[in-house]
């Protein structure tokens, strides 16, 4: 049961991804009517349709006809990218002065007062275990 849920999500995924919405599938019967008029105006064959209308000679064909805001996939809203950036001239100056070294006279005697390299018995380790 797991693996089919599994794939059921990937298969979702992956129709996610193509990018098609409602509105698309909606324009099919647009799309069918429009190579339909390809076929018997100019003797298109679907795929020479598919072509013009959403390949490489899109460029060429894109103004030929009105029917082209109908059709299925002609919208980018994928596309669509909404950055906000802002761009902001700050100036900077930085003022670098020189100062002279001056030698802070050395006033610090530290003197240890107290200093014994035996440690008192509290100090040291247990003799007996």
Same mark, same amino acid.
Request: hydrophobic share 35%; with cysteine.
């Given at each position: 049961?797991?693996?089919?849920?599994?794939?059921?999500?990937?298969?979702?995924?992956?129709?996610? +991804? &193509?990018?098609?919405?409602?509105?698309?599938?909606?324009? *099919?019967?647009? =799309?069918? %009517? @429009?190579? +339909? &008029?390809?076929?018997?105006?100019?003797?298109?064959?679907? *795929?020479?349709? =598919?072509? %013009? @209308?959403?390949?490489?000679?899109?460029?060429?064909?894109?103004?030929?006809?009105?029917?082209?805001?109908?059709?299925?996939?002609?919208?980018?809203?994928?596309?669509?990218?909404?950055?906000?950036?802002?761009?902001?001239?700050?100036?900077?100056?930085?003022?670098?002065?020189?100062?002279?070294?001056?030698?802070?006279?050395?006033?610090?005697?530290?003197?240890?007062?107290?200093?014994?390299?035996?440690?008192?018995?509290?100090?040291?380790?247990?003799?007996?275990?």
């Amino acid at each position: 049961m797991s693996k089919l849920l599994a794939i059921t999500y990937s298969f979702l995924i992956l129709i996610q +991804s &193509f990018n098609i919405n409602l509105e698309d599938i909606s324009k *099919f019967s647009a =799309l069918m %009517e @429009h190579a +339909s &008029f390809h076929k018997e105006m100019y003797g298109d064959t679907f *795929f020479e349709f =598919l072509a %013009e @209308h959403y390949g490489d000679a899109k460029d060429d064909h894109e103004n030929d006809h009105e029917e082209h805001d109908d059709l299925p996939f002609k919208d980018n809203h994928h596309l669509c990218s909404h950055v906000n950036t802002s761009f902001i001239n700050v100036s900077f100056s930085f003022d670098f002065n020189y100062q002279e070294f001056i030698e802070i006279p050395f006033n610090f005697f530290y003197n240890d007062t107290f200093s014994s390299f035996e440690k008192t018995t509290i100090f040291q380790p247990p003799k007996h275990a």
